[in-house]
């Protein structure tokens, strides 16, 4: 079969399957499968595919098929302009979380990003959020924290593959009972677990292929917000700035639970481009 037909059968059966983006899916996996850049499918339309290679394509539309995330199958994730790898021990990075980096540049901006500045990453997963700061901060250094040793092991590999691992600390830990000498803290960012058990709102492909442990939190959901906000305020600097992600019907309490820990002059809520509330931000001396 030429590789054409591959890809509108491809796209077909993706379709019948409710899958939300048929074509580009199809697209992404035959490109993997066929070990080129998307855009050269474009010039081997009429390329007639080995049963090899019909066979490596075969698997990778059977596991999209089941609801495997696109990003699981080809080992990567694009973030802030840059390529993570990732593995079903991580959380694959989104979208809305950027709005979490950029607010954090934002503020590193206004005192001068060359700067060493001290940054702790909870829950660091891929690494996603942490190493993109690096990437922008040439100057600062990062405490990545995570629970689970695999991922600790994909954000290691992230930094190295983005060239900053001298910059970075590596901690296997439960954040909330972090038991270690840690420098003053500028910058806090985290994307902490914060669905509530039993939401019925999750997508079922998000619980079922994405860790249990970066997804659930206890307190419907605020369990870790509150409990990593509140352990780390003793070691803010004095111009520190705390980001963390959060559902979107978290903002009001979480704004009251920020102003209620008595370190920041200024608390907010960002919202993300659905116009929902994403990141708590508190500032201290801001
Ligand atoms: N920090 C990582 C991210 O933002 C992982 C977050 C998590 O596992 N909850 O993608």
Request: with cysteine; net charge negative; hydrophobic share 40%.
């Amino acid at each position: 079969m030429k590789l054409k037909e591959v890809l509108e059968k491809t796209t077909q059966f993706f379709k019948d399957k409710n899958l939300d983006s048929p074509r580009l899916d199809a697209e992404l996996l035959l490109a993997f499968g066929l070990k080129l850049e998307r855009i050269q499918l474009y010039l081997k339309f009429d390329q007639p595919l080995s049963e090899e290679e019909m066979n490596c394509c075969r698997e990778l539309v059977r596991r999209r098929a089941t609801g495997e995330p696109i990003a699981y199958i080809l080992g990567r994730k694009d973030f802030f302009g840059y390529t993570f790898k990732v593995t079903p021990a991580v959380l694959i990075p989104r979208p809305e979380t950027e709005h979490l980096v950029e607010a954090s540049l934002e503020w590193a901006t206004s005192q001068n990003p060359e700067k060493p500045f001290n940054i702790l990453d909870l829950g660091t997963g891929s690494g996603c959020i942490g190493l993109t700061l690096l990437k922008k901060l040439p100057n600062s250094h990062l405490l990545a924290v995570d629970i689970s040793e695999s991922a600790i092991q994909i954000a290691k590999e992230n930094a190295e593959a983005l060239n900053v691992a001298e910059r970075v600390r590596f901690v296997c830990a439960d954040a909330g009972c972090l038991d270690i000498d840690i420098p003053k803290i500028d910058i806090l960012v985290a994307n902490p677990p914060y669905i509530a058990e039993g939401d019925h709102d999750l997508e079922e492909n998000v619980k079922k292929f994405e860790p249990e442990s970066a997804l659930f939190a206890v307190e419907n959901g605020l369990g870790f917000l509150r409990s990593w906000s509140k352990k780390f305020v003793p070691f803010l600097s004095d111009k520190a700035i705390v980001l963390m992600e959060m559902g979107m019907n978290q903002g009001a309490e979480m704004k009251e639970y920020f102003r209620d820990l008595d370190a920041f002059s200024k608390v907010d809520v960002i919202k993300d481009l659905a116009s929902l509330d994403r990141v708590i931000r508190g500032v201290k001396n801001g």
